[in-house]
């Protein structure tokens, strides 16, 4: 048999001299594309480290999530095209092109989504009001890109989507009732980014549980507690409990109280609310309230003590209160004057000495 006739002969209904330019034309499609996306890669990439603009970070991260499945999807439906298809046969390719096709667009716009995000995040880094719209914008984004890419897909599949949306309005009640934990959750959600009672990084006191604000999903919200283990909060419980946010916490007021003998001297007494005064004062990041002789103790005469630390962490707190009590035990030891301690005194009836004891 001569090259002609081989040429000519036919598999499934196309000569092999077709099936041999459509191969042709699919693998030349392949090196094409392959080539036209490590060349514009490599483009932007340098492009990327002489600029400042997110433009160029954006394309080299969308391009390297280009599938090597979907550039040969494309390189065989070129191909086919060199082909006599049937209709239906034809019909086949071209639907599954546009699925590959959807599904690439869609990878493509959530890289660009997230790397957006992410180079956004690295800019706020620290403000947690940005933190937490940026996660509530992440998984929205991310729904509606796929929900749209479902919704072509399935148009393409011939499925009408009229019907679809009456059909799950006439459905949507069972399974909003089947659902409706999960929707009160997502719905807790929204509430959470649009009102915002907290944010990332917040601490938060809830009930007899404490922490740090470390997510805030669609379903729950995670707290980073004190002692290292994660607590766990569905979004509608969240949102229904009394919360304390110490994240929104700009001055914290601090009252401490000071017992003194009962055998320190009036005069002394009257000068020790001055004295505590000045030593709060000489604190760097606090505001001095007010200190007064309050009453009389069991064992000591008692001082309160009222001032505000100007910075929310409460390791600030015990900071200045570790060198207001540091300073105050200096000034009353310069002073003569001592600190009470729990004492009781007994008198004997009918004796001339009394006795005390701790």
């Known amino acids: 048999m001569t090259v002609p006739e081989t040429l000519d002969k036919i598999f499934l209904e196309n000569p092999l001299s077709s099936w041999l330019l459509a191969a042709g034309i699919a693998l030349a499609t392949l090196l094409l594309l392959g080539s036209l996306r490590f060349l514009i890669n490599k483009r932007f990439t340098s492009l990327a480290k002489a600029t400042s603009t997110i433009v160029d970070d954006l394309v080299v991260q969308v391009l390297k999530s280009t599938r090597l499945s979907f550039l040969l999807v494309v390189a065989l439906w070129a191909g086919s095209r060199a082909l006599q298809l049937t209709p239906r046969i034809r019909n086949v390719v071209y639907i599954v092109t546009v699925i590959f096709l959807l599904f690439?667009?869609?990878?493509?716009?959530?890289?660009?989504?997230?790397?957006?995000?992410?180079l956004v995040r690295d800019e706020k880094a620290g403000e947690g009001e940005a933190l937490t719209w940026l996660s509530g914008i992440e998984w929205l984004g991310k729904i509606l890109i796929w929900s749209i890419v479902l919704l072509l897909g399935l148009e393409n599949l011939g499925v009408d989507?009229?019907?679809?949306?009456?059909?799950?309005?006439?459905?949507?009640?069972?399974?909003?009732?089947?659902?409706?934990?999960?929707?009160?959750?997502?719905?807790?959600?929204?509430?959470?980014?649009?009102?915002?009672?907290?944010?990332?990084?917040?601490?938060?006191?809830?009930?007899?549980?404490?922490?740090?604000?470390?997510?805030?999903?669609?379903?729950?919200?995670?707290?980073?507690?004190?002692?290292?283990?994660?607590?766990?909060?569905?979004?509608?419980?969240?949102?229904?409990?009394?919360?304390?946010?110490?994240?929104?916490?700009?001055?914290?007021?601090?009252?401490?109280?000071?017992?003194?003998?009962?055998?320190?001297?009036?005069?002394?007494?009257?000068?020790?609310?001055?004295?505590?005064?000045?030593?709060?004062?000489?604190?760097?990041?606090?505001?001095?309230?007010?200190?007064?002789?309050?009453?009389?103790?069991?064992?000591?005469?008692m001082l309160e003590t009222v001032y505000y630390v100007l910075l929310p962490a409460y390791q600030y707190k015990m900071d200045i209160q570790q060198s207001i009590n540091l300073e105050l035990k200096r000034r009353f030891e310069d002073e003569g004057v001592e600190f009470a301690f729990p004492t009781q005194t007994i008198y004997l009836e009918g004796g001339d000495s009394a006795t005390s004891e701790a």
Do not use: C
């Open 104 to 118: 690439q667009v869609a990878i493509w716009a959530t890289t660009a989504l997230m790397k957006w995000l992410a």
């Open 161 to 301: 989507i009229t019907g679809l949306a009456a059909g799950l309005g006439i459905g949507g009640i069972a399974v909003a009732l089947a659902a409706q934990n999960i929707l009160g959750d997502l719905f807790a959600a929204f509430s959470i980014y649009i009102d915002q009672p907290f944010v990332l990084g917040d601490y938060l006191v809830v009930g007899n549980y404490n922490g740090t604000v470390a997510s805030i999903g669609m379903k729950t919200t995670r707290l980073k507690s004190l002692t290292g283990e994660e607590l766990i909060f569905s979004n509608s419980d969240l949102v229904g409990s009394r919360i304390q946010n110490f994240g929104r916490l700009e001055e914290r007021r601090v009252a401490f109280t000071v017992g003194v003998t009962y055998d320190t001297p009036t005069e002394k007494v009257e000068k020790l609310p001055g004295l505590i005064q000045e030593v709060v004062e000489t604190q760097e990041h606090a505001r001095f309230d007010r200190s007064h002789f309050k009453d009389f103790g069991d064992s000591a005469l």
